[in-house]
């Protein structure tokens, strides 16, 4: 793959958090989570890669990207302490 661009969205944090505060706004942990961290290590980024023309893709994960995730999804609650 060549990557053509990859950066941080400017105020990426911010965007997140309107987001989080709009879509999901009794998920209090995320929310002050991204308002502590204030862009420091969480935010958007964006990245642009191409696929090389000589490489060939696994059967496993084309043209059906979903074979790579496991069948038997089973629920269970998240770690926190």
């Known amino acids: 793959m060549d990557i053509e661009v990859a ?7 911010r965007v997140w958090l309107d987001w989080h505060k709009t ?4 998920n209090k942990p995320e929310i002050e989570t991204l308002e502590a961290d204030r862009g420091q290590y969480l935010g958007y980024i964006r990245m642009v890669g191409r696929r090389r023309e000589n490489v060939k893709l696994e ?14 999804y089973e629920k269970k609650p998240l770690l926190r302490s």
């Open 7 to 13: 950066e941080t969205m400017p105020e990426g944090w």
């Open 23 to 26: 879509a999901h706004p009794t």
């Open 59 to 72: 059967d496993y994960c084309w043209p059906d990207t979903m074979k790579s995730f496991p069948m038997d």
